[in-house]
């Protein structure tokens, strides 16, 4: 079947422009995890949803990070003002219950700021 | 907070030679140790993984062991091909709201014909 999907694959932003990344997580999973890998790194935990709540948002580096689930299905990773340190893979992790269940990741998103 | 270290950072080995990953972690109550492959621009898979209630776990080439006690845990890989070449990134997880997984610093493994 369809695994976990992620658009745009690369994106390449001014410093000051707001970025969205999307996620598509394998049909019926009910977590989904977004991570960030910076070059040469492991991927970082970034935030959490169970279905459409978000439970933990503490790897979120700034309010300039907000992330969503509102169907409880595809999510977005929204970075408003990208600074250049933002620079990073995103991944996208589904898993399909709540407890320590297989994560599944993404092809994830390359981002650029110029 | 988890945290998860990872040896060596590089890893050279000759075809057919086993290859050691090593890993501790902090946290006393992470009980899920998955391993993770990663070729050039691809996304992590999954190679193996095992829960604190398991001592050991193979696959075909690939064997997983874990000491509770000493909090690490060590990826083998026996028989070494050069499509094993990749980066290998070890990770623990606790049990609790967030099932997150925390990432040690990858090892890249280079296999040589």
């Known amino acids: 079947g369809a695994g976990v999907s992620q658009s745009p694959r690369y994106k390449v932003a001014k410093r000051g422009q707001d970025v969205a990344l999307r996620c598509d997580p394998i049909?019926?999973?009910?977590?989904l995890f977004w991570y960030q890998q910076a070059l040469g790194q492991g991927p970082e935990f970034l935030t959490y949803?169970?279905?459409?709540?978000?439970?933990?948002k503490s790897g979120l580096p700034s309010d300039r990070f907000f992330a969503e689930r509102p169907e409880g299905s595809v999510s977005t990773l929204k970075i408003q003002r990208t600074q250049q340190e933002d620079s990073a893979v995103y991944l996208c992790?589904?898993?399909?219950?709540?407890?320590?269940?297989?994560?599944?990741f993404g092809p994830g998103t390359r981002l650029t700021v110029l | 907070g988890e945290n998860v270290e990872q040896h060596p950072s590089t890893l050279s080995v000759q075809e057919g030679d086993s290859a050691v990953i090593k890993c501790t972690y902090s946290d006393s109550a992470s009980n899920y140790f998955p391993w993770y492959k990663q070729e050039l621009g691809k996304r992590p898979q999954l190679i193996i993984d095992i829960r604190s209630n398991v001592g050991e776990k193979k696959d075909q080439r690939i064997a997983v062991t874990l000491n509770k006690t000493a909090k690490h845990f060590s990826l083998h890989i026996t028989e070494t091909q050069p499509e094993d070449s990749a980066v290998y990134f070890c990770a623990a997880s606790s049990l609790g709201n967030t099932d997150k997984l925390i990432f040690g610093t990858g090892t890249r493994l280079q296999v040589f014909p």
């Open positions: 049909s019926g999973h009910v977590s």
């Open positions: 949803f169970q279905n459409e709540a978000q439970l933990d």
């Open positions: 992790a589904s898993s399909l219950r709540t407890t320590t269940d297989t994560q599944y």
